[in-house]
């Protein structure tokens, strides 16, 4: 969920997200959305989104797990996506290819 919608803050924009399922916690720093809402806000609120400089794009606040990304849109319309994060966890992928699980080289060390 995104909102253009001024904060307590000077962010651009404000972002929660909600896991699917039910008991699942929020993502405090959900970075997979942040291009998209950069290139929407680009191409419907230009103004908001100049190519030369970042939006700030704050999530987890009322979680008490801030995190600030800055989004560039890009003049090519490719966004930009910088910030800082805290890592809280590791995994391993594993991907579904040609009807077989496939461990795949993602391991991120704890």
């Given amino acids: ?6 904060g307590d ?3 651009t924009t404000c972002r929660r997200r909600f896991a699917a399922s ?3 916690a929020e993502d ?7 291009g998209p809402l950069g290139a929407y806000l ?6 908001a989104t100049e190519p030369a400089r970042a939006f700030v794009n704050p999530q987890g606040v009322k979680l008490g797990r801030p995190s600030g990304r800055h989004i560039r849109p890009g003049a090519d319309g490719e966004p ?6 805290v890592r ?4 391993t992928l594993a991907v579904w290819r040609v009807g077989a699980w496939h461990q795949a080289h993602a391991t ?3």
Avoid: K, L
């Fill in 28 to 34: 405090p720093a959900a970075g997979g959305a942040g």
């Fill in 9 to 11: 803050d000077d962010a």
């Fill in 88 to 91: 809280r966890g590791a995994g």
């Fill in 1 to 6: 969920m995104s909102t253009r919608e001024p």
């Fill in 80 to 85: 930009a996506i910088g910030g800082q994060a």
């Fill in 22 to 24: 039910p008991g699942a």
């Fill in 108 to 110: 991120i060390p704890g």
């Fill in 42 to 47: 680009a191409r419907y609120f230009p103004a």
